[in-house]
């Protein structure tokens, strides 16, 4: 009788993992039936194969010997590349959009996520080359040297060779528990260095898997769009393209700022604001959810006294335990903060960042004119002025609608630092792009958000095609691409036109 007892709560366990694997099969094998998830899926591979220019290989890369030894070291192997690159960029685009009507009708999400994720896990890291930085960085902590006191020049070899020549002669800008994760990773990879790199898309990977479970149950929760939450933020090429392709570590802090959303919603307010300083442990910005933390199940609504002392106690309380596990794990992991000394590391590229790009013009200016040591103060002088109004804009925005919409301050405050920082990559709007869908934007701001996603993307395949001296193919794709834009606005607004509600609610 004991062991009937005993082995049926087994069957029972093993009937309902056998029946759950089934029905993901069941949705795999769904999505695949899907025309547009197999142009996006071909779009990816694509985008895989076309990547392997010089334009993106470092010159250790393992990929190099075949491809001279099949004499594929050439200018037009490199345009052949770039035309690879632009058409899977506008196959992905177009899949988007063709997808938005039927998901969740016809095929759930998350497959989408999977299938298009495919053809990168193997591939060299995609418009960027952050992630052999990350591997270099790892490679120092297996030497026992602190990448906050040591670039990561101080190891010549196949490691530093992989990374972006700026990034050799800076130290490190992430907190102690990346860098402990890229030690690990250059460890499971066997100190090779090509693998060390691919193997950072383990935690994107997770990240991601993080963002597509939890991001439109917090949209159910919330009563926003959960059609519009799947569509812009799980299957949205920039996050298969830079998450998962750039393998950025900024996947695993948003997976794991999703997850402590999450379990603020399930009003688990210690784990959730532990959880917050695990993710600011992984990348800064993270911190800033203390804030939706605190308030979400518990909206500052008034000034009165009562309301502003309990708001501002959970949110003491909320900042403070962050910042705690912050320091704890920086402790713990013996490097200490020296990030510190390295926050300006990122503006020393021009990016698309608004106040150092005006800045970088207007010095460039001022060089022509005989005054180097000007254009150089009105540059910091522009960068200081966009740090200032970010944190003017944040305040702002924490004492008006953040008081009764956390999620959406921490939406539009991310939206703001990447903009008023001093440098603006892609995947850093990324941050408060997943997110905003959960802010119930309207058809403007919706429209806009997806405008400015296609022209990222259009600008990285084109970025592609200007390194490999191919600048008509990148002229050519921005024009199929923005076509498609146009037509896809215009068949949304024949849509609400009819009568439709769209994903936009």
Not at 109 to 117: E, M, V
Not at 173 to 180: D, F, G, T
Request: aromatic share 12%; net charge positive; glycine share 10%.
């Amino acid at each position: 009788m004991a062991v009937t007892q005993q082995s049926r709560p087994s069957g029972i366990r093993r009937d309902y993992w056998r029946a759950r694997f089934a029905g993901w099969r069941a949705d795999v094998a769904r999505a695949w039936t899907h025309h547009p998830v197999r142009r996006g899926l071909l779009g990816s591979a694509l985008i895989a194969v076309g990547s392997l220019t010089p334009a993106y290989l470092p010159q250790n890369s393992p990929w190099w010997e075949p491809m001279r030894a099949l004499g594929l070291d050439n200018w037009w192997t490199n345009a052949f590349g770039t035309a690879l690159v632009v058409t899977g960029v506008a196959l992905l685009v177009e899949a988007w959009f063709k997808l938005r009507p039927s998901l969740y009708h016809e095929v759930k999400h998350w497959p989408i996520t999977l299938l298009w994720s495919l053809p990168f896990l193997l591939a060299p890291p995609i418009f960027s080359h952050d992630a052999y930085a990350y591997a270099a960085e790892g490679w120092l902590l297996r030497n026992g040297l602190n990448p906050y006191d040591n670039a990561i020049s101080v190891l010549p070899g196949p490691f530093a060779d992989q990374a972006a020549w700026l990034w050799r002669y800076t130290t490190a800008m992430y907190p102690p528990l990346s860098l402990e994760m890229f030690h690990g990773l250059v460890a499971i990879a066997g100190n090779n260095p090509y693998w060390s790199a691919v193997a950072m898309r383990i935690p994107a990977l997770l990240g991601v898997g993080l963002i597509a479970y939890f991001l439109p149950r917090i949209a159910l929760r919330m009563g926003a769009d959960v059609q519009m939450t799947a569509w812009f933020s799980t299957v949205n090429p920039l996050v298969i393209i830079d998450l998962v392709g750039g393998a950025h570590n900024d996947a695993l802090m948003m997976g794991l700022v999703v997850l402590a959303l999450w379990l603020a919603f399930q009003g688990r307010f210690w784990w959730a604001a532990i959880l917050v300083g695990i993710a600011a442990c992984i990348k800064q910005p993270a911190i800033l959810a203390f804030y939706p933390v605190a308030l979400i199940g518990h909206p500052w609504r008034t000034f009165h006294w009562r309301d502003t002392s309990r708001a501002l106690l959970r949110l003491t309380l909320s900042l403070a335990v962050s910042i705690a596990t912050f320091v704890a794990i920086s402790l713990a992991s013996g490097l200490g903060f020296g990030w510190v000394y390295a926050a300006d590391v990122p503006g020393k590229v021009v990016t698309l960042a608004p106040f150092t790009l005006v800045g970088a013009g207007l010095k460039l200016l001022l060089d022509s004119l005989g005054q180097p040591a000007a254009g150089q103060v009105v540059m910091d002088a522009l960068r200081y002025l966009g740090l200032a109004l970010t944190v003017l804009g944040i305040g702002w925005l924490a004492l008006t609608v953040g008081r009764r919409r956390p999620v959406s301050f921490l939406s539009w405050s991310y939206l703001i630092f990447a903009f008023g920082g001093i440098a603006l990559n892609s995947w850093y709007l990324v941050w408060g792009g997943l997110l905003l869908p959960l802010t119930r934007p309207t058809e403007r701001i919706a429209g806009t958000a997806v405008a400015v996603t296609t022209v990222l993307l259009a600008y990285e395949a084109g970025n592609l095609s200007w390194r490999n001296d191919a600048v008509a193919l990148g002229f050519a794709g921005l024009a199929v691409i923005l076509v498609m834009l146009y037509r896809h606005d215009q068949e949304r607004k024949l849509h609400l036109a009819a009568g439709g509600t769209g994903a936009d609610g």
